[in-house]
């Protein structure tokens, strides 16, 4: 194994926890509002969200993620008490014991 592989593999193996708070439409989606979840060090905000949604199944899916598999516009990310535009979530890396809340975006009228 290459030295290149053998770092991406050993990343893959390590684990980050983050601590996830859901806005109260998402939390009558799964059995918490608040939970604990692990993912893979290195992931990305995106990386997450798309783990997460796959773990949490088809309703909680289909709320969160646009048919593209992007978050969907209704929804931001606050990640440690910080605002990430959607446009960014690719760029922010998950970092262990994280808080990462998903809100809801207030619509004007």
């Known amino acids: 194994m290459s030295p290149s592989n053998q770092t991406r593999s050993s990343r893959s193996q390590k684990t980050v926890t983050v601590h996830v708070k859901l806005a109260d439409f ?26 997460l949604a796959g773990r949490l199944g088809g309703d909680f899916r289909r709320a969160l993620l646009e048919k593209n598999g992007r978050l969907h516009a209704d929804y931001a990310i606050v990640l440690d008490k ?28």
Not at 39 to 49: D, L, N, R, Y
Not at 82 to 104: A, M, V, W, Y
């Open 82 to 109: 910080q605002f990430i535009p959607p446009g960014q979530i690719t760029k922010h890396e998950i970092r262990d014991n994280c808080d990462l809340s998903i809100i809801p975006i207030a619509g004007g009228g």
């Open 26 to 51: 998402l939390a009558r989606l799964t059995p918490e509002k608040k939970f604990d979840i692990s993912t893979p060090a290195g992931s990305t905000v995106a990386e997450f969200i798309e783990n």
